[in-house]
């Protein structure tokens, strides 16, 4: 099977449900509406699907399988040493939502094995009750029942994602990863940086909310109502603040460039806060706060993937590309080329 290169586009084969979330809308394909069948666990990669060769001359294969719970798409070059770099790249709420959406949004570097798992509590990973159930858990605690569930959950299942696919592809078990995520997919790549032992050489988060009480704020707008602090969401503000957890974030992770990126024109989320937790990261990283860094993207929506494309957008607006800045830094700080022949367009 080939996969193609194509721009980011919305699947209009396909009926969506929408609901609107304050993290982000939660597109779900209706053919994803009800949850699979569980399926007995595994410490192995599981290949299902198919496999196949990414089109643009990148000679990278792409593989579907399963790690333990989670479904994961791989792109992976045909040649792979114990140095290729590992990339991890998880998708938002809203599109892009899928793995699928992502790859097209930001393509696989080439010279780089690079992953997109399936958040979860999304696509098929949503719980018994589908497309209901969630809209219930968005209503009655939207963080404890729903954002802060998908996140923690994505944190916890990294060091497993990591350590299978260093020991299926040969890579080395020393060198760091790097970590991508936009909007709640951003979140757990930074509560991964928290709370997770995987060594990170880079990470790169884009309009994301950087603590819960960003995303109470716009539950409480969209819902015009006072949010009920339960329990599990009390907890998970104080287990969930980029720039409260700042120290943690460095002494966990002492040399990790971390970019953290915001549209200017986000309907959910502004700058202020990216702005203290770059500074409160600096702070932190005493003699290497050069690499803790910020860029506000300019032009750019929620769902910057649509903004990216030169077809829905006037060529003369001087939009930022998300996807050419998050490659760039990865290329930088990992050390390979940016080939443009993987990248939107070829």
């Known amino acids: 099977m080939t996969i193609k290169n194509s721009k980011y586009s919305r699947n209009t084969n396909l009926w969506l449900i929408i609901i609107f979330l304050p993290l982000a809308q939660l597109w779900i394909y209706r053919a994803h509406s009800a949850p699979e069948l569980a399926e007995p666990k595994t410490n192995f990669v599981r290949k299902e699907v198919h496999s196949g060769l990414l089109s643009n001359n990148c000679n990278m294969v792409i593989e579907h399988i399963r790690i333990d719970d989670a479904p994961v798409v791989v792109a992976k070059p045909t040649t792979i040493d ?31 094995v690079t992953v997109y798992p399936t958040l979860p509590l999304t696509k098929n990973r949503m719980p018994m009750g589908g497309i209901d159930e969630l809209r219930r858990r968005q209503s009655a605690d ?56 995987v060594p990170v050489r880079a990470a790169v988060a884009v309009n994301a909310p950087l603590n819960i009480r960003q995303a109470v704020d716009n539950w409480e707008k969209l819902f015009a109502r006072k949010f009920n602090w339960s329990a599990p969401a009390k907890e998970a503000a104080q287990r969930y603040d980029v720039a409260a957890k700042a120290e943690t974030v460095a002494q966990r992770n002492p040399a990790t460039a971390i970019l953290l990126l915001q549209g200017d024109k986000d309907e959910y989320y502004s700058p202020e806060p990216v702005k203290l937790a770059v500074s409160k990261l600096r702070q932190a990283y005493h003699g290497y706060e050069n690499e803790i860094q910020m ?19 006037n060529p003369a607006a001087n939009t930022d590309n998300a996807s050419m800045v998050v490659l760039g830094w990865f290329s930088k700080h990992l050390g390979i080329s940016n080939d443009a022949g993987c990248a939107n367009g070829g």
């Open 142 to 197: 939207y963080i404890g029942q729903l954002l802060f569930p998908s996140i923690s959950e994505a944190a916890r299942e990294l060091p497993k994602i990591v350590d299978a696919l260093k020991t299926q592809l040969g890579l080395s078990k020393d060198k760091g990863v790097a970590l991508f995520g936009f909007s709640a997919g951003g979140a757990a790549t930074l509560l991964g940086l928290i709370e997770s032992d």
């Open 295 to 313: 860029q506000i993207l300019k032009n750019t929506t929620h769902h910057f993937a649509a903004d990216n494309n030169p077809a829905q957008n």
């Open 82 to 112: 114990k140095d290729t770099p590992l990339i991890i790249m998880y998708h938002g709420f809203g599109p892009p939502a899928s793995p699928e959406e992502l790859m097209e949004a930001i393509p696989p570097l080439p010279g780089s």
